[in-house]
């Protein structure tokens, strides 16, 4: 009989700090997350998104046309294009051509 309360005891005292584990769990990926989009400036809807899928453990990792998209728009900036000329350096950076704009 004995055995048996120190059991329930046991699994009784387990159980009650699981949560508090769980609860830790979550604020840590919290603040992971948080500080991941802080860090890739996300901002509205953008940064929404990202915390949906963080906090859910879906991070999304990006791709690699995803990363030439990034350098060929930074480069774009860059070079202050606008309208057509971007559109068209775009096109080619993307494309993997080389793009020369004046």
């Known amino acids: 009989m004995r055995c048996l309360v120190a ?18 769990s979550q ?3 919290m603040k992971t997350c ?6 890739k400036q996300l901002a509205g809807e953008s940064r929404k998104l990202y915390m949906k899928g963080c906090l859910a ?3 999304q990792k990006s791709t690699a046309q995803q990363e030439k998209m990034k350098i060929c728009n930074a480069d774009a ?10 559109r068209s350096f775009m096109k080619q950076c993307l494309g993997g051509g080389s ?3 004046h």
């Open 99 to 101: 793009a020369t704009t």
């Open 77 to 86: 900036g860059t070079k202050q294009l606008k309208g057509d000329a971007r």
């Open 7 to 24: 059991a329930l005891l046991i699994s009784t005292f387990t159980a009650a700090l699981q949560p508090a584990a769980a609860a830790n």
């Open 34 to 39: 948080n500080d991941n989009a802080a860090q």
């Open 27 to 29: 604020q840590d990926r």
């Open 57 to 59: 453990g879906r991070e």
